[in-house]
């Protein structure tokens, strides 16, 4: 009985967070148009969350990209088809590993840096001051941040595949010895449009939900100094399990 | 622009207006603990009106209801006519930029300097061109006598320089009532008398109506026109300051006079010290 109880009350719970996110993001959707009319918070942001995350996505991305040669080339060449390299790596990276673990890196550098931030702002009354200055903090803290993350999203996640397929070519080409010229050619002929409008609209949706997860939990955070900590924390945990759960989604309705 | 509260005394409805704020059997609780139970207070226009009383009261609770960050249980809370608990949140802004307020800890904005604090409101509400916002923002802040630490930020400033500076925000917008939450905590003794004259400048200078919630009884004493303590979700006493050091009330005579101990208890409710001692339990 205790245990269905509990049961409930987490039901209960996840059902009143779900709510409340909801509500969140259509009143965050609701001030964008005005958020977008200042540009320059917006342009801060994309800075903010990708300029600064550029040095980790690259550094990643790299070794992420030689790692996929050395295992792609240890399991084509079983085959001996080691010149598709090329096309596997890029598959891979452009449809998988580039939205989802930019999506990932993104929660760890930006996402936390977000809800810290605007936890602390919380913390220190400078939400409430801006509400008492009849100015709606959704419109001036929270939407900016949001919309630099959804910007920044895509753009980071090209330039992980980017640099991952630069690091497959590195190890694959380099070191490995496959063709450059079956390399290249593999993959601009396999890699399809489709597949990288798959990869945008992965790393679009990433990108809303890390940055609504980020800014909710930032916005909400108790203002305590173990508040903004959990909001911190919960803000990665979260944005890691929702970008899995959707990258499953998203992949079974596009398969 | 907004229109300006109607001035002292002056009719918006037919009738004379001389209270700013009126707050009528306000009755507000939270998780289950009652802060206010039948409130009853009226802050007159053009005057410096102290709330205080000893911590733990909700004093700053009784702020935010003032300016509608919360909403009572019951009762009324009026600001020139409007009930705030009542208003969308469109109407309430608009009331609001006709308010300034001074947080305990400042509140300014850490990711920008100075000016760019002071302008904060300007940029947000006026189109004003460039060169008036500088004009603006440098009158307020020389008359806080911060002009020269415009460029600094807020991580720069001493407790007392911030408060001036979030002073010099409050009064960006020529607002016509200024609330201040606890304005002399934790200042050296020099930025308090810096800060309670500005006070007392800007409410006769620009005729403003001036709230101050404070639990220091001598500074706020030489300033405020009248003064309201509060007691248990009440109030316990109001009138002049120095009138209330008189007062026949034990509450009031110890909280006006610093006693340690009298019907506001010393200690916080604890089982017998002596028995908690032996028995070595928590």
Redesign the interface.
């Given at each position: 009985m205790r245990l269905v109880d509990d049961l409930l009350t987490s039901l209960k719970n996840f059902v009143s967070s779900v709510g409340a996110l909801s509500i969140f993001f259509v009143r965050v959707l609701g001030q964008v148009p005005a958020a977008l009319l200042k540009p320059r918070y917006v342009i801060a942001q994309i800075h903010n969350a990708g300029a600064l995350s550029l040095v980790i996505i690259m550094t990643c991305g790299l070794f992420v990209g030689a790692v996929l040669g050395l295992q792609g080339y240890d399991l084509l060449q079983r085959f001996g088809s080691e010149d598709s390299l090329g096309t596997a790596a890029a598959l891979g990276l452009i449809k998988e590993l580039g939205p989802v673990i930019t999506a990932l890196l993104f929660a760890g550098r930006a996402g936390t840096a977000l809800a810290s931030e605007i936890g602390l702002m919380r913390a220190t009354d400078q939400l409430s001051a801006m509400e008492m200055m009849a100015v709606d903090p959704i419109r001036r803290v929270v939407a900016p941040r949001f919309i630099g993350g959804v910007i920044a999203m895509p753009l980071l996640s090209a330039i992980f595949i980017s640099i991952g397929i630069y690091g497959v070519h590195l190890v694959g080409v380099q070191q490995l010895g496959v063709d450059p010229g079956s390399f290249w050619s593999q993959m601009i002929a396999s890699v399809e449009t489709g597949d990288i409008n798959e990869g945008i609209l992965k790393s679009c949706v990433f990108g809303v939900a890390c940055s609504l997860i980020a800014v909710h939990e930032g916005y909400t955070a108790q203002p305590t100094a173990e508040g903004v900590g959990r909001a911190t924390t919960r803000t990665v945990v979260i944005s890691a399990v929702l970008t899995l759960i959707l990258d499953f989604m998203l992949t079974a309705v596009m398969l | 622009m907004t229109a300006p509260f109607g001035g002292r005394g002056s009719p918006s409805d037919g009738t004379p207006v001389d209270n700013l704020v009126e707050i009528s059997d306000v009755h507000y609780s939270v998780g289950g603990r009652s802060i206010f139970s039948g409130l009853d207070i009226t802050i007159p226009r053009g005057r410096i009106t102290a709330i205080m009383g000893p911590s733990g009261t909700g004093k700053t609770t009784l702020l935010r209801l003032m300016?509608g960050?919360i909403r009572p249980n019951r009762g009324h809370i009026l600001v020139d006519g409007q009930d705030v608990s009542r208003l969308s949140t469109s109407e309430l802004?608009?009331l609001?930029?006709r308010?300034?307020?001074l947080?305990?800890?400042g509140?300014?904005?850490?990711d920008i300097d100075v000016f760019e604090n002071v302008a904060?409101?300007l940029r947000?509400?006026t189109r004003l061109p460039e060169s008036i916002i500088r004009n603006i923002v440098l009158t307020k802040l020389q008359a806080v006598g911060l002009r020269g630490a415009w460029s600094l930020y807020p991580s720069e400033l001493s407790g007392g320089m911030g408060r001036r500076v979030?002073l010099a925000?409050a009064m960006a917008?020529d607002p016509d009532l200024l609330i201040y939450d606890e304005p002399f905590a934790g200042l050296d003794p020099i930025s308090l008398g810096v800060i309670l004259r500005l006070v007392k400048q800007t409410n006769d200078a620009l005729g403003l109506t001036s709230i101050v919630v404070s639990h220091d009884v001598d500074e706020i004493a030489t300033i405020a026109d009248i003064s309201y303590i509060l007691s248990a979700g009440k109030v316990v006493a109001s009138g002049a300051p120095m009138a209330l050091k008189d007062s026949n009330s034990e509450l009031v005579r110890q909280f006006m006079n610093g006693l340690p101990d009298g019907p506001v208890a010393f200690h916080y409710p604890a089982p017998d010290y002596r028995e908690q001692l032996l028995s070595g339990d928590d």
């Open positions: - | 300016t960050q802004y608009r609001r930029r308010m300034g307020m947080f305990q800890n509140a300014l904005l850490t904060f409101p947000e509400h979030a925000r917008m």
